[in-house]
């Protein structure tokens, strides 16, 4: 491996570490409390904000932050005022999002560069000021679990009790959907707007088939996002295919075997 | 014994010409009930008639579209309401990542908690309601592993750790077993010589048994100072309910009314 090839994969490793990290600790929270739609649909209104960076001349992953955080806070607060079905309403964000973003990248003259990195991520590629800003919102959320743990967890349970508890139910809400926009935007570069779903959601199925316990599913969803973006990394460098792409393989390959050992162990049990 | 009598009169709650709704869509309309220390109150209705909108508006989660709800001030310990609430258990996702005792002691959580961990104190008498309860040997496993009726008593426990003044339950016996439902009326009973208690249930023949008094809801609200149920009574209020009779077989008579 040449120096420049051992650059590019110290820089992978550091952004799997970090993409494990924080999809880990964000994945347990969107799944234990089942706003994985959600998370759907703010990930896809994003590549508008992609469309407009091309478009407009700045950095793509700023206008997909501006996309993400709005649509997050969007359906934040329509979801409880607006009488549109909940899930209907984020169908609409979801298309629409992708409808912009696909006018704005066809409005924009000549070839639009890394456009496939986007939407299918391409880990080897990270840049250093992906890999800073990916830093510092693990910093932010590692720090945030760490001090509000037993809130977060009290809202997530059961959202109407807190409420009478008179605790600030809603800016817990509202910090904690804009970390799901930041987290799934940041890692976009990692894994593209097709994939990102997958790291916040497969790590998390393989830990629920070992626990049931909150802070553990972090943990192992962290360590199973890691060793499956490893083993992604590794396939993507032997047989030369898109880095995201293995990962996600990598990881579901890893829930089937799992899935399958504990099935078989439950049947040789009878 | 005069005195003690007089204890029973202090008014914990009032609620003073209450209209709430969702939106456009008014559910209650010009309600007004005095919650006393003691009470034992069981809140009766059809399906839709209010009875969890009455709830949700006592325990603040709907504002008042008019009218009032006055907390006394033996009420008010800080900055909450000392009530503690049973919601109905399909609000709970039973499949929630979250133990026993952790649920129990969300019941502790408060605004001077968020970041400050739970008194030791407090954490001692969580641990002592799990041992009346029953459930102290489990306080480890998730949700997912137990019963209907050993979630509900993890419920209880979370709305009773709080030393609440008035405890507000919202059909706690469904999805429970016969068994269960009995132990938790008299552990009802026994925690009213303390504390104010206002009950929703379908079931009328339980109802009738335990509780001191009945709120009849139907968009309205028709308070019974007794517990006596007739038939006259229900058909003057439009509140078809089942009645269950305990013989030999467990079966239900339902009352139907012409609308």
Not at chain 1, 15 to 21: G, K, Q, R, T, V
Not at chain 2, 87 to 112: A, H, T
Not at chain 2, 147 to 166: D, E, F, H, T
């Amino acid at each position: 491996m040449s120096l420049l090839a051992m650059n590019f994969f110290r820089n992978a490793l550091l952004a799997s570490l970090l993409a494990s990290i924080t999809c880990g600790i964000i994945g347990t929270y969107i799944v234990s409390r089942r706003i994985v739609f959600i998370s759907g649909g703010i990930t896809h209104a994003s590549f508008g904000g992609i469309g407009m960076g091309y478009y407009m001349g700045f950095d793509p992953i700023l206008g997909a932050v501006m996309f993400g955080i709005f649509s997050a806070l969007g359906i934040e607060f329509f979801t409880r005022k607006a009488d549109l079905r909940e899930d209907s309403a984020i169908a609409m964000l979801w298309a629409l999002g992708m409808a912009l973003g696909i006018i704005f990248i066809f409005l924009t003259p000549g070839y639009a560069p890394n456009l496939m990195s986007y939407l299918f991520g391409n880990i080897l590629t990270v840049s250093l000021t992906d890999l800073m800003l990916l830093s510092g919102l693990t910093v932010v959320i590692v720090a945030f679990f760490l001090l509000f743990y037993r809130m977060i967890l009290f809202i997530s349970f059961d959202e109407e009790f807190a409420l009478t508890n008179n605790t600030p139910v809603r800016l817990f809400n509202m910090i904690l959907i804009c970390l799901v926009a930041l987290t799934i935007v940041l890692n976009i570069r990692v894994v593209g707007i097709i994939l990102v779903m997958s790291l916040l959601t497969i790590p998390q199925a393989i830990s629920n088939l070992f626990t049931r316990y909150f802070h553990k599913m972090i943990f192992l969803s962290i360590f199973f996002g890691f060793v499956g973006s490893m083993a992604g990394l590794i396939f993507s460098y032997l047989y030369d295919i898109p880095s995201g792409a293995a990962i996600i393989f990598s990881l579901i390959l890893m829930y089937g075997v799992i899935k399958l050992y504990f099935v078989g162990h439950k049947a040789l049990a009878k | 014994m005069m005195l003690q009598d007089l204890t029973y009169l202090v008014p914990l709650i009032d609620i003073r010409h209450l209209t709430v709704g969702y939106d456009e869509n008014i559910i209650l309309t010009d309600v007004s009930l005095t919650i006393h220390d003691h009470d034992f109150i069981g809140v009766i209705g059809p399906n839709g008639g209010g009875k969890t909108t009455l709830l949700k508006a006592i325990l603040g989660l709907l504002k008042p579209l008019h009218g009032e709800v006055i907390f006394h001030g033996c009420m008010t310990e800080g900055n909450h309401h000392r009530i503690g609430y049973l919601p109905q258990i399909n609000n709970i996702d039973r499949k929630f990542p979250i133990s026993v005792s952790e649920v129990v002691n969300s019941g502790l959580m408060s605004k001077k908690r968020i970041i400050k961990s739970y008194d030791p104190k407090d954490l001692a008498y969580a641990g002592e309601l799990m041992n009346q309860m029953g459930i102290y040997g489990i306080r480890n496993k998730a949700i997912g592993e137990l019963s209907g009726g050993q979630i509900q008593r993890a419920l209880l426990c979370r709305a009773l750790v709080n030393q609440p003044k008035l405890l507000v339950l919202d059909e706690p016996n469904t999805y429970v077993d016969n068994r269960f439902e009995k132990e938790l009326y008299e552990k009802l009973r026994k925690l009213n010589e303390k504390i104010a208690i206002l009950l929703v249930s379908h079931d009328l023949g339980t109802i009738s048994t335990y509780v001191k008094s009945i709120a009849c809801v139907n968009h309205s609200l028709h308070y019974h100072p007794g517990n006596k149920i007739t038939p006259e009574l229900m058909e003057a209020y439009e509140c078809p309910i089942q009645i269950i009779t305990h013989g030999k077989i467990p079966h239900t008579v339902l009352h139907q009314h012409d609308q």
